[in-house]
C-alpha cells in the first residue's frame, strides 16, 4: 500500500509510478483481438484489387467455395443492398464532393488493396489459399496519382460522376494580406512537401464478431469503441442497443485506429449472415496498403517581413490528398493544421486555403498530431529560411516574433485563444542544456576547416492545439459531433473504487494515471483503483481516444465524478458525526468536524455505511457512486523547444543527429515517466518523417513500400539518446492545469531534424533537402547540376531533389 508515515494515503499527482498495466502487457499475458477464437469461429480473408483504378466487369467466386474448408465466399455485389457506405463525419464545405465509400467494391475500384471479395473458412490459412481461386474481370482505368496533376485542366477522374479531383477548398483569413506583402522588405516563397506516411502500430488491425442472436459483440483493435458502435449501427442498420464494442488491450494506434474500416463492418454482416463467430487480421503488408495513411501534403507558403525580422503577412495554399475515398474524419485533417500554421508568433495577417484532393491511393486520416505536424513543420522551416535571409541567429529571429509570456491569454491571427505559455523559459532551458553557444562555436569551426562532415543545428519553437474537444467549436466547423467525455467513479461497499472512462487508452496509461487522480481526490490508496475501460457494456459512453485529449478532457470528467463522490460522501459523514457539512473538512480521506479533534470517519467508512443504510439522512440513497461529463471552454496548448545537432557526411550524405534536446510545456504533470514516454515515442515518430519513412507509389498507382523492408521505420539503434526536461505553465481551460503530451513530441522534431540537415548544408547553397532526408537525397542535393563534385562551403549550388524549397 502507498502511504505517508501517518498511515494515510500518499500523495499520487506528480509521481513517477511504474504504469500497473505493463506487467501484462510488456509479456504479452493479455488479451489482443486476435487471441480470442470463440467456439466455432470462421476466418475470412479478402481478395483485394491489384489496380489503382479500374471497373470490375464481374467476380466469380464458384471455385473458391468448393476448396476444403471453405464454409463461404461473396463478391462485392453479394452485400450491396446491406453493407452501405463507409462515414464521413466530417463535412468541411456545403459543397464538399463526399463519393459513396462501399466496405467492398462491387462497381469500381480505386486504389490497390481496395477489397473486391471475401472467403470465409474453418481457418485462416484455407481462407487466404482458396482467394486464388476467386476470377475477377477487371478493365483498368487510368491511375491518378500527383496531386498537382489531378487539379489541372483535362485530369484523369478518381470519380467520374463528380466530374473533379477536388473535393473541397476551404478558406480562412484574417487581416489584410495585401497590405501586408506589399513593399514587404523580405518575401519568402517556398514549397514544401509533406510526405505520405503509414502508421505502424505494434498491434496490426484484428476484429471479432460473435453473434449472439439478433445481437452481436464486436471485438476490435480500435481507439473508438462508441463512435465504432455508433456508426456500425448507422451503416448496417441494426440497432445500437444490439451492438456491443470491445476494445481490448490495443497495441497502439497513433490515429490508425481512429477509424471506421470495411473489414469492421463487413465482419458484422458476415457473423449475421452465417450464424458463426467471425474474425479478420490483417497481416503487415496488408495493412501497409489498407490502413489509412498519413500527412501528403503540397505546401506554398509566401511570408513577408520586415528587416528587423518581424513577420507582416504569412499566406498558405495547402494540396491535401484525400486518397480515393472521405474516410471518417479525412477532410477535416489538415483544417486543423489551418489553426496552427503561424505557430507561437505574431503577425498583422494570415491567409489559409486548402484544397482536398481525390487520387487513386489509399484515403489518408488522423496520424499522430493530424495536421499540427504540418503546420509546425512548415512554419519552423520558414523562420530558419528568414533567419538565414537576413543573417540573424534562428533563435532570434524567433525572439523578436513571439508572444512573450506577459501577453496571455492571447488571440491570435489564426482565431484561437491561447490561454497560457511562457517561450521564453523553454526556450533558455533547452539553450542551456542543449550547450547551444559551444555547438555554434565547433560549427563554425568545421566550416572553416572545411570538413567533411558538417555539423548543423535545427532549431524548432513550437505550439499545438490539443485536448480535442470543444463542442461549441467543432460544432462550427461542422464536425459530426462533440468533444465532451464522461466518466463514473464508483464507490464499493468495501471501500474499493472502480473507474469507468470513455476514454480509451491503446497504451498511453490511462489505468495508472486515472488511477492516481483518483486516489488524491478522493484519498483512498492507489492500489484500492480499478479502471475499467473500452468496452461500450461497461463504458456505456465516451468519445474515445484521440488527439491528445484523453488526460485535458477525459481525466477532467473523472476529476469532476470523484468531486462528486465526496460532495455525496459529505452529506452522509455530517449525519453520522452529527455535524453540519459546512463544518466538516475532507483530507487524505478523511472527513472530520474543523477544528474539532476527533478521528471523524473515513471514506470507506462512509461507503459501507451508505451500503448499510441503516441510518442514512432523510431524502438520501444509499450510494455514493457518481458520473461527470466534462466539456472544455478551449483547448490546451502545450508547447516547447527542441534542438538538434546533427552532423552530415558531405561525400556520403549520411545524417547522424548527435545530441537532441526537448524541453516540453504541458502544464501539470500526473505522472512523469508516462509523459517522458509519450515524448521518446513521439520524437522517434516525428524524427522517422524526417530521416527514414516514405509510403511511395509508381506511376501506376501501386504502393511499392508494403513491406517493413521497403517502408523504413527506425529501430532503437537508429536513434539518439535524448535530453528531456519541462517548464510547466499550467492550462487555465481545466481545474487540473493540464495539458496534452501525446503528439508533443512528433509535432516538434520533424522541423528540428531537417532544420538542422539544412544548416549544415546552407553553406553549399542547399535550403532545403526533402523528407525524408535519405543519404541519396542529402548526396544528390549537394551534387545538384549547379553544385560541382568538389564543392566546399561556400562554393554555391541548389536543389538537387523534386519536392524541395522552390
Known amino acids: 500500500m502507498t502511504a505517508t508515515a501517518e498511515g494515510r494515503p500518499a500523495k499520487e499527482m506528480g509521481s513517477p509510478r511504474k504504469r500497473s498495466e505493463d506487467a501484462r502487457l510488456i509479456t504479452g499475458r493479455t488479451k489482443w483481438t486476435d487471441n480470442m477464437a470463440p467456439a466455432g469461429t470462421l476466418y475470412v480473408a479478402f481478395l483485394r484489387s491489384p489496380h489503382a483504378h479500374a471497373r470490375i466487369a464481374g467476380v466469380d467466386v464458384a471455385q473458391a467455395r468448393s476448396r476444403p474448408g471453405v464454409v463461404a465466399a461473396f463478391s462485392g455485389a453479394d452485400f450491396a443492398d446491406e453493407q452501405g457506405a463507409l462515414p464521413c463525419a466530417w463535412v468541411v464545405t456545403e459543397d464538399m464532393k463526399h463519393p459513396d465509400h462501399p466496405p467492398m467494391a462491387v462497381d469500381e475500384v480505386r486504389y490497390v488493396g481496395e477489397p473486391v471479395a471475401c472467403v470465409v473458412a474453418r481457418d485462416r490459412y484455407a481462407a487466404f489459399d482458396a482467394l486464388e481461386e476467386i476470377d475477377v474481370d477487371y478493365e483498368p482505368l487510368p491511375a491518378v496519382v500527383d496531386m498537382e496533376a489531378a487539379v489541372a485542366d483535362g485530369a484523369d477522374l ?52 460473435v453473434p449472439e442472436g439478433d445481437e452481436f459483440t464486436l471485438y476490435s483493435a480500435t481507439q473508438i469503441p462508441h463512435i465504432l458502435r455508433l456508426m456500425l449501427a ?54 501497409n496498403m489498407t490502413v489509412h495513411h498519413g500527412r501528403d501534403q503540397i505546401q506554398r507558403l509566401t511570408l513577408a517581413a520586415e528587416r528587423d525580422g518581424r513577420i507582416r503577412g504569412l499566406k498558405v495554399e495547402l494540396l491535401a490528398d484525400m486518397g480515393a475515398y472521405l474516410m471518417l474524419v479525412t477532410p477535416g485533417i489538415p483544417l486543423l493544421g489551418a489553426f ?74 489564426a482565431g484561437l485563444t491561447y490561454d497560457s505559455g511562457n517561450y521564453e523559459a523553454a526556450t533558455d532551458k533547452a539553450l542551456e542544456l542543449f550547450e547551444y553557444d559551444k555547438l555554434r562555436a565547433e560549427q563554425a569551426d568545421r566550416r572553416e576547416r572545411h570538413d567533411p562532415v558538417q555539423l548543423g543545428i535545427g532549431v524548432s519553437t513550437f505550439t499545438e492545439m490539443c485536448g480535442l474537444a470543444p463542442s461549441r467549436v467543432l460544432g462550427s466547423l461542422s464536425y459530426g459531433a462533440g468533444g465532451w467525455e464522461h466518466a463514473s467513479v464508483r464507490v464499493l461497499p468495501s471501500g474499493k473504487v472502480e473507474v469507468v472512462t470513455g476514454s480509451s487508452a491503446h497504451g498511453q496509461g490511462h489505468e495508472t494515471a486515472w488511477a492516481q487522480i483518483t486516489a488524491d481526490r478522493l484519498g483512498v490508496p492507489f492500489e484500492d483503483v480499478k479502471v475499467l475501460h473500452g468496452d461500450t457494456a461497461v463504458s456505456h459512453k465516451g468519445m474515445d481516444t484521440y488527439g491528445s485529449r484523453s488526460l485535458a478532457v477525459g481525466g477532467m470528467a473523472l476529476y469532476s465524478a470523484c468531486d462528486k463522490v465526496v460532495d455525496k460522501a459529505r452529506k452522509v459523514a455530517a449525519h453520522l458525526l452529527e455535524a453540519s457539512e459546512q463544518d466538516l473538512e475532507f ?41 461527470a461529463t466534462f466539456d472544455p471552454d478551449n483547448f490546451s496548448f ?12 558531405t561525400e556520403t550524405g549520411m545524417v547522424r543527429i548527435r545530441k537532441y534536446v526537448a524541453v516540453d510545456d504541458v502544464g501539470k504533470v500526473v505522472n512523469p515517466l508516462i509523459v517522458e514516454g509519450q515524448v521518446h515515442g513521439g520524437l522517434a515518430q516525428g524524427i522517422a518523417q524526417a530521416l527514414y519513412e516514405e509510403a511511395v507509389y509508381d506511376a501506376d498507382g501501386n504502393l511499392t513500400t508494403t513491406t517493413m523492408a521497403d517502408y523504413l521505420i527506425p529501430s532503437a539503434a537508429d536513434l539518439p539518446s535524448f535530453t528531456t526536461d519541462r517548464t510547466e505553465t499550467p492550462a487555465t481551460s481545466n481545474p487540473m492545469g493540464v495539458k496534452g503530451v501525446g503528439e508533443a513530441g512528433t509535432i516538434a522534431s520533424t522541423p528540428a531534424v531537417v532544420n538542422a540537415v539544412v544548416d549544415a548544408l546552407r553553406p553549399f547553397g542547399v535550403d532545403d533537402v526533402p523528407m525524408p532526408c535519405t543519404p541519396e537525397r542529402v548526396w544528390r542535393a549537394l551534387r545538384s547540376e549547379s553544385t560541382p563534385d568538389t564543392a566546399e562551403p561556400g562554393a554555391g549550388g541548389g536543389l538537387g531533389s523534386a519536392g524541395g524549397a522552390q
Open 158 to 209: 478518381v470519380h467520374e460522376d463528380l466530374g473533379t479531383n477536388t473535393s473541397y477548398t476551404w478558406v480562412f483569413e484574417n487581416g489584410d494580406l495585401d497590405a501586408a506583402m506589399r513593399d514587404a522588405p523580405v518575401v519568402l516563397e517556398r514549397r514544401y512537401v509533406q510526405q505520405r506516411l503509414i502508421p505502424t502500430a505494434m498491434e496490426p488491425r484484428s476484429v471479432l464478431c
Open 234 to 287: 448507422t451503416v448496417t442498420g441494426i440497432g445500437e442497443h444490439r451492438i456491443r464494442v470491445v476494445a481490448p488491450d490495443v497495441g497502439g494506434g497513433f490515429g490508425s485506429k481512429l477509424q471506421v474500416y470495411g473489414e469492421e463492418v463487413l465482419a458484422l454482416l458476415l457473423a449475421r449472415r452465417l450464424g458463426r463467430p467471425v474474425k479478420w487480421t490483417e497481416s503487415r503488408s496488408e495493412g
Open 340 to 413: 496552427m500554421f503561424n505557430g507561437i508568433y505574431k503577425m498583422d495577417a494570415y491567409s489559409f486555403t486548402c484544397s482536398g484532393v481525390f487520387t487513386t491511393k489509399t484515403p489518408t486520416d488522423a496520424y499522430r498530431g493530424a495536421g499540427r505536424p504540418e503546420a509546425t513543420f512548415a512554419i519552423e522551416r520558414l523562420m530558419d529560411e528568414l533567419a538565414a535571409e537576413l543573417g540573424m541567429d534562428p533563435i532570434e529571429v524567433r525572439r523578436r516574433n513571439w508572444i512573450a509570456h506577459e501577453e496571455f491569454p492571447y488571440d491570435t491571427i
Open 587 to 627: 483530507e487524505n480521506g478523511r472527513f472530520g468536524v474543523r477544528g474539532v479533534r476527533q478521528e471523524g470517519r473515513t471514506l470507506q467508512e462512509v461507503a459501507l455505511a451508505a451500503f448499510a443504510a441503516h441510518d442514512l439522512p432523510d431524502g438520501i440513497e444509499p450510494s455514493l457512486d457518481s458520473d
Open 638 to 649: 502545450p508547447h516547447g523547444t527542441h534542438l538538434c545537432a546533427a552532423e552530415v557526411d
